[in-house]
Nanobody, 121 residues
Framework: QVQLVESGGGLVRPGDSLGLSCAAS?????MGWFRQAPGKERTFVAG????????RYGDFVMGRFTISRDNDKNMMWLQMNSLKPDDTAVYYC?????????????????WGRGTQVTVAS
């Protein structure tokens, strides 16, 4: 089973940018980022196909985030710009069951432990 380790979380101010990284211990198919705020369900943030040619984003992203990956390095990133307090959550890296993106929790079978992102003034 592939191990996933997130990094890059932290405390930022509204309007700031933050980059998250996910290191995988082996080959993965599609990959994605999810987030979970206190008292809320874990929701899809962004996904990327195995090839990297296809990406999808949650509706709330509205062009602020960019997902990318490098299969040679077994790495995935999420660049987040124009952060808002509503973006505060634990962000999880996930590896999908298929090469293509399915923006649902059930389509992912490996999860990292998460990294906290807090947006506050």
């Amino acid at each position: 089973q592939v191990q996933l380790v997130e990094s890059g979380g932290g405390l930022v101010r509204p309007g700031d940018s933050l980059g998250l990284s996910c290191a995988a211990s082996g080959v993965t198919l599609s990959m994605g980022w999810f987030r979970q705020a206190p008292g809320k369900e874990r929701t899809f943030v962004a996904g990327i196909s195995w090839s990297g040619r296809t990406t999808r984003y949650g509706d709330f992203v509205m062009g602020r985030f960019t997902i990318s990956r490098d299969n040679d390095k077994n790495m995935m990133w999420l660049q987040m710009n124009s952060l808002k307090p509503d973006d505060t959550a634990v962000y999880y890296c996930a590896a999908g069951k298929d090469v293509n993106i399915v923006p649902d929790n059930s389509a992912f079978n490996n999860w990292g432990r998460g990294t906290q992102v807090t947006v506050a003034s």
